[in-house]
C-alpha cells in the first residue's frame, strides 16, 4: 500500500478518468473526476464506506489516470473505458435491448415508412413503442389511411409496374410515376401529425370505411376497421390528461440497498405514457450521484435522446446537459422535478424501481451463482492461476469433411459476449480431420495477440476446447509453436461431461449440479450452436448455388442475384414469377424459365 501512497501525493488537480487494476493488472473499475486529486485520494480514506465499496478497494493493487481538458471530455473517456474494460466493479448495462419505432425516411424524395430498432439522422422517429401497441398496427393504419409507401422499391427514371399494395389502395404506386410528388408531401405531412397523436382524423377516415364495408355487407373488412379503430382506443387511453401534449420525456428513477441497485425508466412521446423498463445494476460500488449519471450515459448511447429527461435531484443536471450537447449535438433539459404532474410521473417511476429491486434481488444472486461466482468456482476446481474473465470456447462443424467451419464465442465473466463471436472457414485441411480444423483455426487465432488487430481480440484468460484429449492434445501445439504460456487451456468431452487439462493425466470430473459445470456447459452449447448455424448457411447457399448453375441463363451475376434476394432454394421455388422479376437481370422470360426448371426437376 506504501506504493499507493507514493502515487496518490503526485495526483494532479485536473478533471480526467482513473483506472484501478487488481494484482493480476486486470482493470477492476473506472472513474472520472473533476479533480482527480481529490477523488482518487477519497477510496483510501479511513472514512466508513458502502459494503461494495470496501471490497473494491482491498482489490486495488495500483491505478494509473489519463488528464483529459473538461469534465465532460473525462464522462466520454469514462463510458469508451467501461465498454472496452469491463470492469467488475462498474456498472456494466448488460441489458442492451431496443424498442422498436417507426421511422418515416423524410430524406427520400417519396417518404416510406418502416420499423426499426436503430436511431440514424436519415428521417423522422417516432416512439419507442414498449408495449400495448404493435408498431405494424400503427404501420397498417398509415397505409390504409394515408397510402404511404412501405416498401424498399427504388423509385428510379423508368417507372416500374405496380404492385398489390397500389391495387389494394394502400400505396398510391410512386414507383409507377402515378403519384404526384406534392400530393405525395400532403399524405406524409398528415400521417406525421397522426404519429405525433393527431388521431381524429385517422378516426374519422377508419370508422368512415367500417360504415361502408358494413352497409356493402363485406363483414370481414368492416372488422378489420374495427380492430383499427379499438387499437387507436388504446392509444388514447395512454395518454396522461395532466400532460402537455407535447411532452417528449423519459423519467429515470434510481432505488439502492447498497449492496444491489434497479432503475425504472418510463417514456413518455407527445403526452402519452409508451411504457417502461427496469434495470438490475450489479457489483455496483459508486455512489447514488455516479451510479444515475453512469446509467443515463450507456443509456443514450443505444436509445433516442428525448426532449427532457425527469431524474431525482441527486443527478449532476449541468454535467448530462453539456455532454449531451457536446456529443450529440441536441439539446436535452434535466429536470429535478419537485411539483406537479413531472413530480407524479417520477414518484411512479421510484416505486416501480423500489419493486423491481425487492423482488429481483433472488434473482440477481441466482444470476450471480451462474456467472461470476461460478468463474470463481471454476478457477478453485481446476487450480487456474488467475480469475478466468475472458473465457473463449471452439468447436468444428461439418459433414464428411464438406463445407468445415470453426466457431469461436466469448463468455466474459460467465456471460456471453456476443459482439466478440468469431466465425471461421477451415481453409487448409483435407478432409474430416478435426484436429487439424482446431489447429488451422487456433493458428489464425493466436496470430491476432501481437498483431495490429490484438486490441479487437484481447488476449483470453482460458480456452475452452469442444472435445477430449485428442484436441487438447493438438491445440496445445499451437500453444507450443507460439510460445503462449499465459493462457489456461483446458477440454470439455461432451459425453461424460469430462474436463481435461495439461497438468494431468486423469480428466476432472466436476458435479452435475454445480454451476461451475452449467457455465462450462453453457460455453460449449453456444460454440456448437454458432458453428452449426455457419455451416448451415453456407453449405445452403452452396447447394443453392449448384441448383442455380444447371438452369440456362443464369450466370454468376444473376446467382448472386437471386441468393441476395431470397437466401435459400425452397424461397425461389415458391417464388412466383413476378417476384422473380422483380430480381435485377431476370426478366419475364427467364423467370418462367426458373419456374419451370424447378417444376420439372424438383
Partial sequence: MSELQEKLKLLPENPGVYIMLDKDGVVIYVGKARVLKNRVRQYFHSSAKPEKVTAMVENIADFYYIITQTEIDALAL???????????????????????????????????????RKIKKDGKYFGPFMGGVRCGDLIDVISSVYNLRTCQTAISSKPKKPCLAYHLHRCPAPCAHLCDKDEYAERVKKAVAFLDGNYEEAENILKEKMLRFAENEEFELAMEYRKKLQMLS????????????????????????????????????????????????????????????????????????????????????????????????????????????????????????????????????????????????????????????????????????????????????????????????????????????????????????NSNEAERFPKPDLIIVDGGKGQLSAVKEIFDEYHIDDIELISLAEREEEVFTLFSLESIRIDRRDYALKMLQRIRDEAHRFAITYFRSLHSKRTLASVLQEIEGVGNKKQKALMEKFGTIDKIMNATEEELCLVEGIGAELAKKIKSYFKENL
Fill in 78 to 116: 469514462e463510458n469508451n473505458l467501461i465498454k472496452k474494460y469491463k470492469p467488475k466493479y462498474n456498472i456494466l448495462l448488460k441489458d442492451d435491448k431496443t424498442y422498436p419505432y417507426i421511422k418515416v425516411c423524410t430524406k427520400e424524395e417519396f417518404p416510406r415508412v418502416c420499423v426499426t
Fill in 234 to 449: 388504446k392509444l388514447k387511453l395512454k395518454r396522461i390528461t395532466s400532460l402537455n401534449r407535447a411532452l417528449n420525456a423519459d423519467i429515470i428513477a434510481l432505488k439502492t440497498n447498497y449492496l444491489y441497485s434497479s432503475i425504472n425508466v418510463l417514456v413518455t412521446r407527445s403526452g402519452i405514457m409508451q411504457g417502461g423498463s427496469n434495470y438490475a445494476l450489479e457489483d455496483c460500488s459508486l455512489t447514488e450521484t455516479d451510479a444515475l449519471t453512469a446509467f443515463i450515459i450507456q443509456f443514450y448511447s443505444t436509445h433516442e435522446l428525448p426532449e427532457e429527461i425527469i431524474v431525482q435531484d441527486f443527478c449532476e443536471k449541468e454535467l448530462l446537459e453539456n455532454y449531451f450537447k457536446e456529443r450529440y449535438d441536441k439539446k436535452v433539459e434535466i429536470i429535478r422535478a419537485k411539483l406537479g404532474a413531472k413530480r407524479q410521473l417520477l414518484d411512479m417511476a421510484e416505486k416501480n424501481a423500489e419493486e423491481y429491486l425487492t423482488k429481483s434481488i433472488d434473482k440477481i444472486k441466482h444470476k450471480n451463482d451462474m456467472t461470476k461466482n461460478a468463474c470463481v468456482r471454476l478457477q478453485e476446481i481446476l487450480k487456474l492461476k488467475k480469475y478466468p474473465k475472458r473465457m473463449e470456447c471452439y468447436d468444428i462443424s461439418n459433414i464428411s469433411g464438406v463445407d468445415k467451419v470453426g466457431s469461436m464465442v466469448v463468455f466474459i465473466d460467465g456471460e456471453a459476449d456476443k459482439k466478440s463471436y468469431r466465425r471461421f472457414k477451415i481453409k487448409t485441411v483435407e478432409g474430416a480431420n478435426d484436429y487439424a480444423s482446431h489447429q488451422e483455426m487456433m493458428r489464425r487465432r493466436l496470430a491476432k495477440l
